[in-house]
């Protein structure tokens, strides 16, 4: 007689002999291993596998994950849907320290937050939660944002004293920047509701062309010493 696979919810149910939404949250919090494997889909079949019930499970419901990912200049930055394939298994951060556990629930419906300039790279934002991606975008002119620009060409001689000024662009007036030298040929902006194009306009206007731009921080949150292409967890509660 033929054995057909069983739901891994139900599977777990016939051996801790628990409820099946206890099941489910548990399977679903990364509790669950098959044959040695975390399988967090309770629809999951299985036959003759060794399903087992991890030591420290939990019934605590799993929070929905936010993640920052060093964009590399390879990929269209304008296309956030191709920079959530960079974010898998594999591309995690050896360094990430939040002890968050790796699950594929964290992998889908990753919403994009605040978009990096055209042409740059560097730090962006993926969250699950709905409030926290309401949150970056409603304070977007409270969150600093921190760039490094590696320029070329001469600076006009008062150049650095205009970049710290109000500048305009088609006779608006833009959020005004706190701009530093970071060594001879990179410029560290610091700025508040940055417009589209602004870094590379502000750039222009004092004689520099932008070669290379990266975006470093968002508020409280540094890229620090995240690999491009790799990402790493955001604790929950450090917002930005």
Request: aromatic content about 6%; overall charge neutral.
């Amino acid at each position: 007689m033929m054995v057909e696979p069983k739901r891994l919810a139900k599977r777990l149910i016939e051996i801790i002999h628990c409820s099946r939404s206890e099941a489910e949250k548990y399977i679903e919090g990364g509790w669950v291993l098959v044959d040695g494997e975390v399988v967090d889909l309770p629809q999951f079949k299985v036959l003759d596998q060794k399903v087992e019930l991890h030591g420290d499970a939990t019934l605590e419901p799993t929070l929905p994950a936010t993640i920052i990912l060093n964009m590399p200049e390879m990929y269209d930055l304008e296309s956030p849907d191709l920079a959530v394939k960079l974010i898998t298994p594999e591309t995690r951060s050896p360094d990430d320290r939040t002890g968050i556990r790796t699950l594929k629930r964290h992998f889908a419906r990753l919403l994009p937050t605040i978009p990096l300039q055209a042409g740059a790279t560097g730090l962006m934002v993926f969250t699950q939660d709905g409030r926290i991606a309401h949150r970056l975008q409603k304070n977007d002119n409270k969150n600093e944002q921190e760039y490094i620009a590696q320029v070329s060409e001469e600076i006009a001689p008062d150049g650095l004293e205009q970049l710290n000024e109000v500048m305009k662009r088609n006779a608006w007036s833009l959020p005004v920047a706190k701009v530093s030298w970071q060594n001879e040929d990179r410029l560290r902006f610091v700025l508040k509701n940055v417009q589209p194009g602004q870094i590379e306009f502000m750039c222009k206007e004092v004689g520099l062309t932008v070669e290379v731009l990266m975006r470093i921080r968002i508020g409280r949150v540094p890229m620090a010493k995240l690999q491009p292409g790799q990402w790493r967890y955001l604790l929950d509660g450090k917002l930005f």
